[in-house]
């Protein structure tokens, strides 16, 4: 078990191969902590490289997060399990999707000091061209309904 934290925490990129059963089975406080720590710096190489963003409520976070160890007296052996699939869930392909569940776990019962409650969300580019392509499905749905409309009053008027 040694040696698969070790590789963990020597990681310099984010396409290196986890073992997601070895990380699921380690639930002691001492490798949940470093497996957070890890998660923590994967997340931010992986916001980087997506040019992904950190928000907390309104406010876009431009520090890197910084977390408190778990807290031992809350953690029964089942929360202890849950955590460390997530952890595995989200070290093995890390995606914004898989920080959120992960870190909104964390959040949800306090299990990890000072928490503030924070999302990956996407960059500013990605963000114009969802809501771009939002707007496209509106203006294309309306062209349909005209469409629509045209093709009820032409009728068989030019047969």
Known sequence: MKTMINTITNKDSIDSIVDYKAIKTQTSSKELNLNIKTAIKLAHEYASKKEYRF???ELVLENPIVFGDLKESNLSNN????????????????????????????WKNNEIETV????????????????KRKLFKDLLKQMLLAKQDYLVEKGDFYK
């Open 55 to 57: 928000k907390q409520g």
């Open 79 to 106: 929360r202890r399990k849950k955590i460390a699939k997530y952890l595995a869930f989200f070290l093995s392909k890390p995606t914004a999707k898989k920080f959120n569940k992960l870190f909104n776990i964390l």
């Open 116 to 131: 503030p409650k924070i999302k990956m969300v996407y960059g500013v580019k990605e963000d114009a061209i969802v809501s």
